[in-house]
């Protein structure tokens, strides 16, 4: 009996594409501009020529960072609103409006706040906006956010002062830390409204560098909140206009016309849309990646020398030119490369003469031109 591999084509076609770290491309007018950016995704921390900047959104919802499903805004949302610990380029935490966090027991963490953090409303953050921000994502019907995987394991919050809470998990989650990068919300703000529905999500009240002070139909204008406790690590930039577009052509145009600074974009077509002069451009790292996990019980590719050859017989770099024109980067593991918790990435798996060995010690043969298990009797 023999079972052909070419009934795992489809497989291979996938997992070519596995482990491809994506690009953003970052653009910014270097005409008669007033401030330039490389990335407001994080926060604006590189060198700016002016302290004002003009951004532009296609397809605004709402600037409520558990709300939104548009990935721009969620990255503008990171200079506004700020989670209990954040995660750093190379995956390590970083403490922001959670000054400790301490495993209690195998299911439970004490997490006590940074005092002295005030909303840009004036009012304190204290336990009940964790709490508050956890039972949105935790326990109302809306909640669809994209944060909601990071509360999914809590079982319980209990407040033991303004400034102590404890989470308590169903079980224990390994790094539990980790998922602590959701942003925080003020309990006080929306106290009595109806969270997903009140016009109130139109400029909440915020703890990070930058706060709303104007917004209506067509702009939304931040600036620097004058209650941020981070003083230390406070950028150039005073204001930041966002304009709203509403598709991705009109804010195309309005970045060629020089009505905006910066634009964002993971279109690799942009060129045709923007031209090829009059703005600088830089590629980001993304931590977005697709990969194909495989069956292991399944009677071929339980065998590890199968799934090591599908490996082998993958030259992602030729993928990567031909069908996504080198905007993407191969990788061997989920983490980015340079990331402490990855000493090796860039080993190279493909090799046709590996490929045959391994299948070769599975006890697959060459039969009409393409390789076939041989089951003996």
Do not use: H
Request: hydrophobic share 35%; proline share 2%; charged share 25%.
């Amino acid at each position: 009996m023999k079972n052909n591999i070419f009934g795992y084509i489809f497989i291979l076609f996938i997992i070519a594409i596995m482990g491809f770290a994506v690009y953003r491309v970052q653009i910014r007018n270097n005409g008669n501009n007033n401030a330039n950016s490389s990335n407001y995704e994080d926060s604006v921390q590189n060198v700016q020529k002016g302290t004002e900047m003009t951004l532009g959104i296609s397809d605004f919802d709402t600037i409520n960072p558990i709300i939104t499903k548009n990935k721009r805004i969620q990255d503008i949302d990171k200079l506004i609103f700020e989670p209990l610990i954040n995660i750093t380029e190379d995956y390590k935490l970083e403490y922001v409006l959670a000054r400790e966090c301490a495993k209690s027991s195998n299911n439970s963490y004490i997490i006590k706040l940074r005092q002295g953090v005030r909303w840009s409303d004036g009012s304190k953050l204290t336990s009940d906006d964790v709490q508050f921000t956890i039972d949105r994502l935790l326990k109302d019907e809306n909640a669809n956010s994209v944060y909601k995987k990071n509360v999914n394991f809590i079982e319980e919050v209990d407040i033991i002062d303004n400034y102590t809470l404890k989470i308590i998990l169903y079980e224990d989650v390994k790094d539990f830390e980790y998922y602590l990068n959701f942003p925080i919300l003020s309990n006080s703000y929306y106290n009595g409204e109806d969270f997903w529905n009140t016009e109130k999500n139109n400029a909440p009240s915020t703890t990070g560098e930058f706060m709303i002070s104007e917004v209506n139909n067509n702009t939304m204008v931040l600036e620097k909140n004058p209650n941020w406790w981070n003083k230390e690590s406070t950028s150039i930039i005073n204001k930041i206009t966002i304009n709203f577009y509403s598709t991705v052509a009109e804010l195309y145009n309005a970045f060629k016309m020089g009505g905006i600074d910066f634009i964002s974009t993971q279109n690799p077509d942009y060129q045709k849309y923007i031209g090829t002069i009059g703005y600088d451009v830089t590629e980001v790292e993304g931590k977005e990646f697709i990969f194909l996990a495989l069956n292991t019980k399944n009677g071929i590719l339980s065998d590890i020398n199968v799934r090591k050859a599908i490996r082998a017989s993958i030259d992602k770099n030729r993928v990567i030119s031909n069908s996504y024109g080198n905007l993407y980067k191969p990788v061997n593991f989920i983490l980015n490369t340079g990331n402490y918790l990855v000493n090796v990435q860039d080993e190279n798996f493909y090799n046709l003469e590996e490929k045959n060995n391994l299948l070769k010690m599975s006890g697959w043969e060459v039969r009409n031109r393409s390789m076939a298990k041989i089951n003996k009797l």
